[in-house]
């Protein structure tokens, strides 16, 4: 197997991601998020301490990283003596009359807290006429608070067939959308792919772009997005390719019912000297509160690999996932 060198690019696009995902992390602490404040200034309109409190609570629930912040805004609004007692929050402001957010010490490990996603793995093992080994392993990991949104996920393929390996895929890829309102955002994002029997090398991607999400109907949830951006590969016979590239996904999910949602995904990636396609089609099937199973089809397109190897990959998959 090949030594993976990802070139100088890649280490500019992931000090960049790096560092923007933490200022987003920093800025999301330290802000009262908009909607909590305008919940409370209308809490606190009502002159109802029962109101006032009710609301307060339900922003620490949807809100629990801002706690502090949003414990001092409401305090705040009681009046200077009131949110001198609060904790941590500091008087408030002269000019606006609202208290100033400070960082507090749960802000430090505050980018570790706050994140769901999935786990799947399946392994399936075939001897007699046809050896055969395959094994499937991905993950997804989100992170959505009030401005910004954080996404992970990572996949693993393995395949070897008579004693002799077909097919070794890794990728990893990371997605930080800046949120518009409820529906809309901007996005910068970065994946790498090791995928040697497709021809490549690796294959490293940067894209920055807008989405905007919508609901077709009642338990259904579409996402469209689109960017531009750049990519940097290289074959297996050491030829190297640094090219602009357009990119259009989309993701939609349908919960049929309480236990079987339907899933497709889709998204291509269009440069002058490759075009890349990679689709999902599944079903998961709920097995107990946190376990489902998946049955689905992957489909990947290249349209340009060396000679002997294959443009199109397709696979079927049966794996078990975990969902925290």
């Not at 929050?89 to 706050?114: C, K, L, M, N, R």
């Amino acid at each position: 197997m090949q030594r993976l060198i990802f070139p100088r690019p890649l280490f500019f696009s992931a000090f960049c991601l790096a560092a923007a995902l933490a200022s987003s992390a920093g800025a999301a602490l330290a802000d009262v998020p908009p909607a909590a404040k305008e919940s409370l200034k209308r809490a606190h309109g009502t002159d109802d301490p029962f109101v006032m409190e009710a609301t307060l609570e339900a922003a620490l629930a949807r809100y629990p990283d801002e706690a502090a912040a949003l414990r001092a805004f409401a305090a705040g609004l009681e009046g200077p003596d009131t949110a001198a007692q609060a904790a941590g929050a500091p008087e408030p402001s002269a000019a606006t009359g609202e208290t100033a957010s400070v960082e507090t010490p749960t802000s430090v490990g505050g980018f570790f807290t706050g994140w769901s996603g999935e786990a799947e793995a399946g392994a399936t093992v075939t001897s007699g006429n046809t050896d055969r080994q395959n094994a499937l392993a991905r993950f997804t990991l989100e992170r959505d608070r009030a401005r910004w949104r954080t996404k992970l996920n990572g996949k693993l393929i393995y395949v070897k067939e008579e004693g002799e390996q077909t097919e070794e895929e890794y990728t990893l890829g990371t997605r930080i959308d800046r949120k518009l309102d409820e529906r809309r955002f901007y996005f910068g994002q970065l994946t790498a792919t090791r995928d040697e029997f497709s021809g490549y090398d690796y294959r490293i991607t940067e894209i920055v772009g807008y989405g905007q999400r919508f609901t077709p109907w009642s338990s259904s949830e579409l996402e469209l997005t689109g960017g531009i951006g750049g990519r940097h590969s290289r074959q297996s016979d050491g030829t190297e390719n640094h090219e602009p590239v357009a990119k259009a996904g989309l993701d939609f999910e349908w919960k049929i019912n309480g236990g079987l949602t339907f899933v497709q995904t889709g998204e291509a990636t269009v440069g002058s000297e490759l075009t890349v396609t990679e689709t999902e089609t599944a079903l998961k099937t709920r097995l107990a509160e946190n376990w489902q199973m998946k049955a689905g089809i992957e489909t990947t397109y290249v349209t340009e690999v060396p000679p002997g190897d294959r443009n199109l990959d397709t696979r079927t998959a049966v794996t078990l996932l975990y969902g925290f």
